[in-house]
C-alpha cells in the first residue's frame, strides 16, 4: 500500500506542475492588465510603468514563474491586488464555505444517485427504468446556472420558503446553514444525481446477471437483502470512481453556483480576481482546488482496496 501511494503521490505532483504551468499561461495570454483595477483611463503612461513595476509584471513571464514556483514551495501563495492580503489566509477563510457546499451537494447527489440508479436496474425496461432516464438526461442537459436561477425565482421569490442569497455559518445557526445551503447544494447535486443513476443503473444490472444473485434469490432471501447486501457491494469500483468524479465537477461547478448565490467561497473569491485580473489569487485558488481534487482522488483510490480485495491483492 505505502508504494502504491507513494505512485499516486508522485504523479499527483506531476499534474500540479501542469496545472500551474498551464493556469499561469492562460492568464498571460488573456488580454488585459491588473493596473486597470487601480488607475483610471486618464493615467499617464509613466504611472501605468511604475504601478506594473511595483507589482512585478514588469518582469518576463518565465521569470515571474519562477518567482512564483519559489514562493509556492515556501507556501506563499502570494499578495492578493486587489484585496491586498495574502492570497493563502484569503483561501483559507473562504475554503469551510466551500467545503460544506460541495459536501453536502456531493452527499445529496450520491444518495439520489444510487437509489434511483438501483431502482432502474431493479425495473429494468419497466416504466420506472424509463422515468430515472429521462430524468437523469434532463439533469446531464440542464446548466447550473439556470437551475440555480429558477430555484431562486420559484422557491425562494414565489414561495419565500429559502433566502434568495447568501451564507450562514454552521457554527452561528445550525438551521440558518441548513436554509442557506439547501438551494445551491441541490443546484449542484441534481446535475449531477443523473450521471451516478446511469453508472449505478449499468454496473447493477452487470451484478444482477450473476450466479451469486440468482443463487441469493433461489436461497429465499429478500430482494432488498440481495440488492443492498449482495449487488451493490460488487458494483461499487465503478461507483467509486464516478464519485470522485463528480467531487471534482462539483468543485468546478462551484465557482458558477456560489456567484449565483453570492455565497462567498474560494469560487466567488476566484471569480473576483478573474474580473479584476488579480493574477495571484486566480493562480493561488486554481492551484487549491486542483490539490483538493487530488486528493479527493487519491481518497477514492484507497477506497478501492477497501472495496475490492482483487485491488489489494495487485
Known sequence: MSSFLAKRLAGALVVLALVSMMSFAIIWLVPGDPTAAFLDTSATPEQVARLRRELGLDKPILVQMVDWYGRVLRGDLGHSILLNRSVTAAILERLPVTLSLTGFALVLALIGGIAAGIVAAVNHNRW???????????????????????????????FGLFPTGGYIPLGDDPFGWMRSIIMPAATLAIIQVGFIARMTRASMLEVLNQDFIR??????????????????????????????????????????????????????????????????????????????????????DVLYAVADPRVRLE
Do not use: C
Open 128 to 158: 420506472p427504468d424509463q422515468l430515472v432516464m429521462t430524468v437523469a438526461l434532463f439533469g446531464l442537459s440542464v446548466p447550473d446556472f439556470w437551475l440555480g436561477i429558477m430555484l431562486i425565482l420559484v422557491l425562494a421569490v414565489q
Open 215 to 300: 443463487t441469493a434469490d433461489a436461497k429465499g432471501l429478500k430482494r432488498a437483502e440481495i440488492m443492498l447486501r449482495h449487488g451493490l457491494p460488487n458494483a461499487l469500483v465503478p461507483i467509486l470512481t464516478v464519485g470522485g468524479i463528480v467531487a471534482g465537477a462539483l468543485l468546478g461547478g462551484a465557482v458558477i453556483v456560489e456567484q449565483v448565490f453570492s455565497i462567498p467561497g474560494v469560487g466567488r473569491l476566484i471569480i473576483g480576481g478573474i474580473l479584476s485580473r488579480d493574477y495571484p489569487v486566480i493562480q493561488g485558488g486554481l492551484l487549491f482546488l486542483a490539490v483538493i481534487y487530488l486528493m479527493v482522488n487519491l481518497a477514492v
